[in-house]
């Protein structure tokens, strides 16, 4: 089982790395922007220097991933030098071969789409099997580490900001900071569609006086579990019980009409935008 776990997530390394290359070189490239992050500043490199950028990439992330050796989990190193070293390598032939580039002097905000598309979808595939893409997300990773409630995500963004900011300078195109922008919106959509988990439910809080009547309306009509907290009343003070659960969408509507039937029951309800472990989709599956 183990050894099929680690096959798999070699499998999704590799297909990661063919993203990235992909999204890279056949679309970044030849649109004339720079993406966010440690891509973006190999882009530039390229671009000024006319240094291939899987160079780059291993040049800025072989140091950082052996700082984050001493730091971070072995396997996040692993994944992460894995991918890097493929990706880069991936550059380097396509160019040598002279690859395809996609290039559309009319419609230049395909490469942005494709690639924001490809790059977030890559991402979230590393971050699915405990690795990444290395350059900032090592960075970020060491400071999490370090740092635990430190709000890294704000200064990740301030850096690919930054980053694009300083990518007018090499274009001299306010068009390319615009994609660039653009590119990074699409990239987080992708990375965070990726990330969240294909079902979704509604987590409901149901506060009542009559937890027993409720039960049997939850375990038997909508066929879910709950669990019951002992509260009360602030302004009251008298007991009161909370009732916590998770159903499926479409069966709102019928919770609701439910509540109802009993007096001095309230209820509140939000998206759960993940729901892993045991959890009710189908009607045959079994209630625990």
């Not at 720079?34 to 973006?40: E, N, R, T, V």
Request: glycine share 6%.
């Amino acid at each position: 089982m183990k050894a099929l776990r680690i096959a798999t997530d070699i499998l999704i390394t590799i297909v990661a790395a063919i993203l990235s290359a992909i999204g890279l070189y056949t679309f970044v490239n030849p649109a004339n922007f720079a993406p966010s992050g440690i891509d973006g500043i190999a882009m530039m490199t390229q671009e000024l220097f006319g240094i291939n950028m899987g160079y780059v990439s291993l040049i800025i992330n072989i140091p950082l991933l052996v700082i984050a050796w001493f730091f971070i989990s072995k396997k996040y190193v692993t994944y992460t030098f894995f991918f890097t070293v493929l990706s880069s390598v991936m550059l380097v032939v396509m160019e040598k071969i002279n690859m395809y580039e996609y290039v559309s002097p009319t419609n230049t905000w395909i490469a942005v789409f494709a690639s924001g598309i490809m790059l977030g979808v890559r991402t979230a595939m590393m971050l699915k099997i405990g690795g990444s893409t290395g350059g900032i997300d090592i960075i970020a990773s060491i400071f999490q580490k370090k740092k635990p409630y430190l709000n890294i995500e704000s200064l990740i963004s301030l850096f690919c900001y930054i980053i694009i900011g300083v990518s007018f300078f090499v274009y001299r195109n306010i068009e390319s900071v615009i994609m660039s922008v653009v590119q990074m919106l699409i990239f987080n959509i992708a990375m965070n569609y990726i990330l969240k988990t294909t079902r979704s439910a509604v987590e409901v809080k149901i506060i009542t006086d009559q937890p027993e009547k409720l039960r049997e309306e939850i375990l038997v009509n909508l066929k879910h579990g709950a669990t019951t907290i002992k509260c009360s009343g602030m302004y009251t003070g008298n007991e009161k019980t909370m009732i916590v659960t998770l159903i499926n969408l479409h069966q709102m509507s019928e919770l609701v009409k439910i509540s109802k039937k009993y007096d001095n029951t309230f209820l509140y309800f939000g998206d759960a935008n993940g729901v892993w472990g045991n959890f009710r989709w189908n009607k045959n599956d079994a209630v625990k």
